[in-house]
């Protein structure tokens, strides 16, 4: 072939254990309410900057040194980031991959997380706890795009690779890894139930 791909952006989604993940769900959805209830700094934060919704981003974001719950999420989700952080070619010079943060968003209908990304961290990702029929997914941005300039648009049954952007389903029980420099956002929650999901970022150390 006289045309190769290169510069490949890498995104990983696969469920966080083969059984069990609705009992785990249950558990987590309980405890997830509950961190809001308690969190009064976290609805402040969240009524300025989250509009609609919960996020404990702001107030309560290393989850997993609290909670045994959230201590044993941790060591399912470092599985997986170990994993994908192999099929990068990251070289840890030695170093570790190791959970710095972990938090809850609650989305109830009409609440939308705007274009971001994650910086001081190598690998991000989400877990699906509760995602209602309909619910938004995750929209990622090709990170190309501010230099397209005078290109056209792709056509629209353009193939995957070639896409400006692709949205992964929120499926619960499902872990979504990306590299934290890659942007991404979630449309406004069109399902009638909330949306729960645990948002994590890894580093190196």
Request: contains cysteine; proline residues 8%; charged residues 20%.
């Amino acid at each position: 072939m006289p045309v190769r791909s290169w510069f490949a952006t890498q995104i990983y989604c696969e469920p966080l254990q083969r059984a069990g993940l609705d009992r785990l769900n249950r558990g987590l959805v309980d405890e997830c309410h509950r961190i809001r209830d308690y969190d009064a700094a976290g609805r402040r934060w969240s009524a300025r900057n989250y509009p609609g919704g919960y996020t404990s981003y702001a107030s309560l974001n290393t989850l997993h040194r609290f909670s045994s719950t959230f201590g044993e999420l941790e060591k399912k989700l470092l599985r997986h980031a170990r994993v994908y952080a192999r099929s990068l070619d990251l070289d840890l010079r030695g170093r570790a991959i190791a959970l710095s943060d972990c938090w809850v968003n609650i989305m109830p209908p009409h609440t939308a997380h705007s274009l971001h990304l994650h910086p001081l961290s190598i690998i991000s990702g989400t877990y699906y706890v509760a995602t209602p029929p309909g619910c938004a997914g995750l929209k990622f941005e090709d990170p190309r795009l501010d230099r397209f300039m005078a290109a056209p648009p792709k056509r629209p049954d353009a193939r995957p690779g070639h896409r400006t952007h692709v949205t992964y389903p929120a499926v619960a029980g499902n872990v979504v890894l990306f590299e934290s420099w890659l942007r991404h956002e979630v449309a406004p929650n069109p399902a009638t139930a909330e949306r729960i999901s645990i948002s994590f970022n890894f580093s190196w150390s």
